[in-house]
């Protein structure tokens, strides 16, 4: 099989590229959904804890609940950042400007988790929650909406109508301009995201 693939042409090399930025892109959205949902669910997580008779049973399973909350979150918004470039736009159908700017909230939404107190501040926790729900909301809506809208034949023969025609124009591989100013934008707020996340991890290894 290996020796037939320089035999198979760039179209294939190509494919195979946007096939797996596709799949980052659904992964990360995943990770996303799944940090939201059990962010949401931490009123229920602190009614579960405070239920167990075993303090180690508490301690493994708090553990556990967390780590995965948040490393859901970092790691959708690491692969998010990675997808936010003008090759890449070309490239495969990301939803204008609702991805983009789904992941730069997520963003922000993170640089108030590192800075802030959540568990000891309820305007900095409503805060984290209304970026990280518009976050989900904004990519969500993307996927479904843009990425995911009607298809083409469906368009074409007006079945679909105006309203499904003018979301599948805000994919990125189909409209450079508004690509070209969605990076414009979205990118210096990522650069500064990622100035305010340092900052924040070079000031909690600096303490005594």
Known sequence: MLCLYPLLGD????????????????ISLLLLLLGFILHAASPYYRRATSEFKLKISSENFGIIFLWIR??????????GAMLINP??????????????????????ALVVK????????????????WLLSLSALLQYFGFVFVMEAAPSEWVSSGKAGRFWAFLRGLRSNLNPDLSMWTFYLVFPLLAVVFLLLILGGVRRGTRP
């Not at 948040?70 to 692969?79: E, M, T, V």
């Not at 090759?87 to 922000?108: E, H, R, W």
């Not at 590192?114 to 305007?123: A, I, K, P, S």
């Open 70 to 79: 948040d490393l859901a979150l970092f790691a959708s918004f690491g692969i």
């Open 87 to 108: 090759d890449i736009f070309a490239d495969i159908k990301l939803a204008l400007p609702f991805v983009p700017l789904g992941v730069v909230l997520l963003g922000f």
């Open 114 to 129: 590192v800075h802030r107190n959540l568990e000891g501040d309820r305007r900095d926790r409503k805060l984290f929650m």
């Open 11 to 26: 179209g294939v090399e190509k494919s195979l590229e946007v096939w797996s930025l596709m799949g980052f892109f659904e």
